[in-house]
């Protein structure tokens, strides 16, 4: 079967509160680099992505251009957009640049990126791998909508509004997302687009805006269990670690 056109859409346009710094998560350094070109090199280097979008914060245009995409040969990357306040605005915006067709592009090559496959990342998680890539490439060209992720290591406990357990799920059966979170660009697209027109305040990820307004089934793909999301100062220190171990 022929390789489908795929686009990853990194997302590093997020404030980051609880790390407790001035500068984003994603702009601090691990390893030399700043969190965010961790993830970015993992799609730069992998066979599977095409074009990558880089969404981040209005303030952050110009550095991310020349201290980031130009300094690291990043040249995959086709756009350095302007997200929203929230996650889901800075997805939407980038798919309307994965919908639009610009005056000076290849015909051939819009309609490939409009109808292949999205890659929707957190620039915040710096140890994807091509490999996870791969697998979630396989799994979206069979099921149009999946999500990296790990099964839990601990048993979890639903509470109700006063911390009292209702429930406790079968641990086997529950996984927690990651990212990327990958999807047939028409299906996403199209839910997104019906997402926006509603109540978006407790949207927390990509695949539950296409499970609520498209109803299909959404696959869950291994990631493993290093593809952390650096969102507190431990995190950053756990993510030095590995870092260190590996070299």
């Known amino acids: 079967m022929e390789k489908q056109y795929c686009t990853a859409v990194v997302l590093a346009a997020g404030r980051g509160a609880r790390m407790g710094t001035r ?6 350094e691990i390893g030399g680099m700043p969190v965010v070109v961790h993830a970015l090199l993992a799609f730069q280097e992998s066979p599977v992505i095409d074009e990558i979008i ?9 550095y991310c251009k020349q201290e980031i995409v130009e300094a690291y040969g990043l040249d995959k990357v086709s756009t ?11 997805v ?28 929707i990342h957190d620039g915040a998680r710096p140890f994807v791998t091509p490999e996870i890539i791969a697998r979630a490439y396989e799994d979206v060209v069979r099921w149009k ?24 799920p079968r641990r086997s059966l529950v996984w927690q997302a990651q990212t990327p979170q990958v999807f047939a660009v028409p299906l ?52 030095e670690t590995m870092l260190n171990k590996k070299s």
Not at 84 to 89: M, S, T
Not at 145 to 168: E, N
Not at 208 to 237: F, R, W
């Open 23 to 28: 500068t984003a998560k994603q702009y601090l």
């Open 188 to 239: 996403i697209a199209e839910a997104f687009a019906r997402q926006m027109k509603k109540d978006c305040s407790n949207v927390t990820d990509d695949a539950m805006v296409v499970e609520a307004q498209m109803g299909v089934k959404i696959h869950m793909t291994q990631g493993s269990y290093e593809n952390i999301k650096i969102t507190t100062p431990e995190d950053l220190l756990i993510a």
């Open 92 to 119: 939407w915006k980038a798919l309307c640049t994965i919908m639009d067709q610009e005056e000076w592009e290849d015909e051939a090559r819009c309609r490939a990126r409009q109808e292949g496959y999205v890659f």
């Open 54 to 62: 880089l969404m981040t914060d209005a303030g952050h245009l110009g």
């Open 145 to 168: 909508a999946c999500v990296v992720g790990m099964p839990v290591k601990d048993t979890i406990k639903l509470v109700d509004t006063d911390s009292c357990i209702v429930d406790s």
């Open 80 to 90: 350095v957009g302007a997200g929203g306040r929230e996650r889901y605005e800075s």
